[in-house]
T-cell receptor
C-alpha cells in the first residue's frame, strides 16, 4: 500500500514554544491530507482537512491560529502547534487520501509539552 | 457523513476466528467501507476495503450484505499479535470526504 511518513515520531517541547510536524506521502501524490489527534484510550478526532494549494478546513472547536496547517506541495503537509501548552500534549496523526484505495496513515507523533 | 457503530470490545483466544460487525445505516451510494487496525502509539494500518459482497486478502475477509448497512470484518485464526483496536470507516469513495472515526472495537486475544 501507499506509504505515509510522519516526522518526528516523538517530541518534547517547553510550554510556549512551537512545534512543527511533517507528513509526507512517499510514493504517491496526495491532494488531500488529514490531521487527527488522539488522547489515551480514545478514538482519533479529526482536526482539519488539508488541501494542496489552498487553506485547510478546520473542524469545529479546533483553533486555526493555534494549529497551523500548510500543504504547499502534493507530497508534504505540515502541522505547527503554536505556543504549545501542556493540554496540547497528545498523539497527532496524519493521513493521505488515495482514490481509489482509501486513506493511509502516518506513524503518529507523540507530543509532550512540559 | 455515515456514522459507524461497533462493539466497544471483544475477547478471543488464539487460533479462533474473530468476526467484528460494524453498522453504518446511512452509508452513501459512493461510499466504500474500510477497516483499520491500530496498535498503541502507532497510526492506523489499512486492513481491507470493500464496496459490496465479499472481499478477501491475505489477512482478512470483509463481508458486506446487499443493503450495505453493515459490514463484518473476519480475522481467521487470530494470534496474540492481533490484539489491537479495529476501526471501520465509511466515506472514502469520493475525493474530499472526511474520514470520521467511530469508537472502534478493542480486540483482546488471549493465549
Amino acid at each position: 500500500g501507499a506509504v505515509v511518513s510522519q516526522h518526528p515520531s516523538r517530541v518534547i517541547c517547553k510550554s510556549g514554544t512551537s512545534v512543527k510536524i511533517e507528513c509526507r506521502s512517499l510514493d504517491f501524490q496526495a491532494t488531500t491530507m488529514f490531521w487527527y489527534r488522539q488522547f489515551p484510550k480514545q478514538s482519533l478526532m479529526l482536526m482539519a482537512t488539508s488541501n494542496e494549494g489552498s487553506k485547510a478546513t478546520y473542524e469545529q472547536g479546533v483553533e486555526k491560529d493555534k494549529f497551523l496547517i500548510n500543504h504547499a506541495s502534493l507530497t508534504l503537509s505540515t502541522l505547527t502547534v503554536t505556543s504549545a501548552h501542556p493540554e496540547d500534549s497528545s498523539f497527532y496523526i496524519c493521513s493521505a487520501l488515495v482514490i481509489p484505495g482509501g486513506a493511509f496513515f502516518g506513524q503518529g507523533t507523540r507530543l509532550t509539552v512540559v | 457523513l455515515a456514522k459507524t457503530t461497533q462493539p466497544i470490545s471483544m475477547d478471543s483466544y488464539e487460533g479462533q476466528e474473530v468476526n467484528i460487525t460494524c453498522s453504518h445505516n446511512n452509508i452513501a451510494t459512493n461510499d466504500y467501507i474500510t477497516w483499520y487496525q491500530q496498535f498503541p502509539s502507532q497510526g492506523p494500518r489499512f486492513i481491507i476495503q470493500g464496496y459490496k459482497t465479499k472481499v478477501t486478502n491475505e489477512v482478512a475477509s470483509l463481508f458486506i450484505p446487499a443493503d450495505r448497512k453493515s459490514s463484518t470484518l473476519s480475522l481467521p485464526r487470530v494470534s496474540l499479535s492481533d490484539t489491537a483496536v479495529y476501526y471501520c470507516l465509511v466515506g472514502v469513495g469520493n475525493a474530499g470526504n472526511m474520514l470520521t472515526f467511530g469508537g472502534g472495537t478493542r480486540l483482546m486475544v488471549k493465549p
